[in-house]
């Protein structure tokens, strides 16, 4: 019996905001014989999207959640990986990935391919989680969850953040078409040899609930 088909994205029409498990029915839908290797996963990451039979599916979390480490560790794992045939794909939450975000000119110095796809909600949302969490406890107005976790107003350029280093890059992407059709070429210039940034604009909150307590 071979491995698990990836999930299949239920209908969605194209002006319909991307919800944070997109991201993973894109992967599947544009994967074809691609070996992917996720060096990193977004929290909330939908784990019945790819089902892994590999020890090279998914090299796992930094372990101590620590913010700023995913860029590095993905690319990292993509010059480790160069010659195997697989395509290193980091799903890097956009906080986390402003954290490191000078780690892509390595990637741009010394050429290392690797697909980074920024799920990129326009805030620190696992602290606004947080935050409401305690306000519910102490009695304090849970509205105010954002205030100081919030990325937005402008909402950074995560693709000019990437170019400015040397990496191409797309988005901010925001419908289903305009997600395929990014990570086919994000893919295709992975399998080039070089990297490429995606950023992918998706509504606040988890594709599986988070344990906030």
Do not use: C
């Not at 560790?73 to 045939?85: K, R």
């Not at 395509?87 to 990637?107: H, N, R, S, Y």
């Amino acid at each position: 019996e071979g491995p698990a088909a990836p999930a299949v994205q239920p209908a969605k029409g194209d002006g319909d905001p991307l919800s944070p498990s997109d991201i993973g029915y894109g992967l599947a839908a544009v994967k074809g014989d691609r070996q992917y290797t996720f060096t990193r996963l977004n929290l909330g990451w939908d784990a019945t999207v790819f089902p892994f039979t590999d020890p090279l599916d998914y090299l796992g979390g930094d372990g101590g959640g620590g913010l700023g480490s995913a860029n590095g560790i993905t690319i990292g794992a993509a010059l480790a990986l160069q010659g195997s045939g697989r395509l290193p794909v980091g799903v890097i939450g956009d906080g986390d990935f402003m954290q490191g975000a000078t780690a892509l000119w390595t990637a741009a110095r010394y050429q290392i391919p690797a697909l980074f796809v920024v799920a990129n909600n326009r805030s620190n949302f696992n602290d606004e989680v947080h935050q409401e969490t305690v306000a519910n406890m102490r009695g304090r107005p849970p509205e105010n969850k954002w205030i100081g976790q919030r990325i937005d107003e402008p909402a950074l350029d995560l693709a000019g953040i990437a170019r400015s280093q040397g990496v191409d890059a797309s988005g901010p992407v925001k419908t289903w078409p305009d997600l395929l059709a990014a990570l086919e070429t994000g893919l295709k210039a992975v399998e080039a040899g070089k990297p490429h940034l995606i950023d992918v604009w998706i509504e606040p909150g988890y594709s599986t609930p988070m344990v906030t307590r």
